[in-house]
């Protein structure tokens, strides 16, 4: 058993550890409120001028949408969307995970992948692959609607020149603190809704300039909700794992305690014994 000065040394370091966890846990908290006002913002309209683009592109020729073709699979632009920082559960390791299995289908098909990498983890994990074309981390550690939309136009040029037949954002999804969920998901060509366009439009001032603003505007709204999801997920992922922690930390420093009050006990017990038989020895 420690004898009671590795102990107390144990009790202070975890001790320690725990004031350091408990710190990150309330950043990550206040962090994660500002993240998630932002997404629970953005979703709604970019989910549904999703739906409207997938129902303007049906109705469109490829000279009057070039972002919606779907041309045969020959390279394919994967982008994982990870943090600069670590200490925040799975989140790190899930879209990882979900990136070497789309490679790997890919590779089964035929079909050539350049992988484009969003946040430092994300590069460092991937640096060895030989199809890495390209990271940024700015673009992470502060989310902006520039940042994503100076990315954006960049893969919409590589799209629209055809060095690219796809472009696939993996990313995770924020659904709570607790719940993220890993998303797979193609951002070009716009995807095409399933049976018949569900309306008829009627474009004004006129069709070509109408489209020639919107389509662009969604394109980079989706990679802008993509990096905000993203963002929100690893506070709530930042969050949820360091209340573990200091839970974690709390019931060791408290058994520590415990290892610590009976050794002590031991050797309070063992110091009156010595006195009572030295006691005795003296008056006999």
Known sequence: M??????????TSV??????????????????KRSQDAIVQVRPYADKLGVLMANVSATLDSSENPYAINRP??????????????????????????TKIVLEQFANEG????????????????????????SDIDVVAKVSF???????????????????????????????AAIQLVREEVVLPIPQP??????DYLYEPNKVELLNSLIPTHIHMQFFKA?????????GARMTAMHKATDNAKSMRDGLKLDYNKARQAAIT????????GAEALSS
Do not use: W
Not at 2 to 11: T, V
Not at 112 to 118: H, P, R
């Open 2 to 11: 420690p004898n009671l000065k590795e102990l107390r040394n144990r009790i």
């Open 15 to 32: 001790s320690s550890t725990m004031q350091i966890t408990s710190a990150m846990k309330m950043v990550s908290a206040a962090k994660l």
């Open 73 to 98: 699979l020959a390279r394919v632009l994967l982008i994982p969307v990870t943090a600069n920082r670590g200490l925040c559960g799975a989140f790190n390791s899930s879209v990882l995970k979900r």
């Open 111 to 134: 079909v050539a992948v350049d992988v484009f990498a969003l946040g430092k983890k994300g590069r460092d994990q991937l640096r060895k692959l030989d199809n890495l074309v390209g």
């Open 146 to 176: 520039d940042a994503a939309r100076s990315l954006a136009q960049g893969v919409m040029n590589d799209f629209a020149s055809g060095k690219y037949d796809r472009v696939v954002v993996v990313y995770n999804q924020f659904k709570n």
């Open 194 to 199: 399933e049976g018949r366009p569900s309306s």
């Open 227 to 235: 990096l905000l999801d993203s963002q929100a997920s690893e506070q």
């Open 270 to 277: 063992n110091e009156i014994l010595e006195i009572v038989g």
